[in-house]
T-cell receptor
């Protein structure tokens, strides 16, 4: 149990366009989902925390109008990178925490975004 | 605030060698502690966890003990394999989420 999927696994888009990344908890309900960004050979940087049915909480320095997060159900959260630029190219990883469970997070396989 | 410090790699070992990756933390309260592993191009997988002092987490031959007195959660394995080559992240967790160390790149040579 505790499987998290992400779609797409890889995406290439042109500068100025928007890209949506989906994160799903497949076999459990997740009241809280997290979005991370990871640069090559570095640790994960938390971008935002989203709770089902409420607005996401963004970390300092993360533009909420650029990285739109929606957590409409207990099994789905989406991250939309709006007006993407080459500097947004990165590996984006989501995670989910069980409703009422302990603090461990279950991670998706990640999405490699390349903006040309 | 909370923080996690772990040895930075790369750490290179021969197959069947003994592995220790050090991890220490600072935190308020009583966090849970985790080790995650990341294989190339993939997300993170939970390797093991401990939720209170003196707990020992174990999985796939890896072990770590929650030492409150030394604020440590060192990862150990008695005999590593080439397939253990990956990046290992120590993390502490509470209600607000996880705080990660910078990761340790482990390379096992045959």
């Amino acid at each position: 149990g505790a499987v998290v999927s992400q779609h797409p696994s890889r995406v290439i888009c042109k500068s100025g366009t928007s890209v949506k990344i989906e994160c799903r908890s497949l076999d459990f309900q997740a009241t809280t989902m997290f979005w991370y960004r990871q640069f090559p050979k570095q640790s994960l940087m938390l971008m935002a925390t989203s709770n089902e049915g409420s607005k996401a909480t963004y970390e300092q320095g993360v533009e909420k109008d650029k990285f739109l997060i929606n957590h409409a159900s207990l099994t789905l959260s989406t991250l939309t990178v709006t007006s993407a630029h080459p500097e947004d190219s990165s590996f984006y990883i989501c995670s989910a925490r069980r409703a009422g469970g302990p603090y461990e997070q279950y991670f998706g396989p990640g999405t490699r975004l390349t903006v040309t | 605030g909370d923080s996690v410090t772990q040895m930075e790699g790369p750490v290179t070992l021969s197959e069947e060698a003994f592995l220790t990756i050090n991890c220490t933390y600072t935190a308020t309260g009583y966090p849970s502690l985790f080790w995650y592993v990341q294989y190339p191009g993939e997300g993170l997988q939970l390797l093991l966890k401990a939720t209170k002092a003196d707990d020992k987490g174990s999985n796939k031959g890896f072990e770590a003990t929650y030492r409150k007195e030394t604020t440590s959660f060192h990862l150990e394995k008695g005999s590593v394999q080439v397939s253990d080559s990956a990046v290992y992240f120590c993390a502490l967790g509470g209600a607000d989420g996880l705080t990660f160390g910078k990761g340790t790149h482990l390379i096992i040579q045959p």
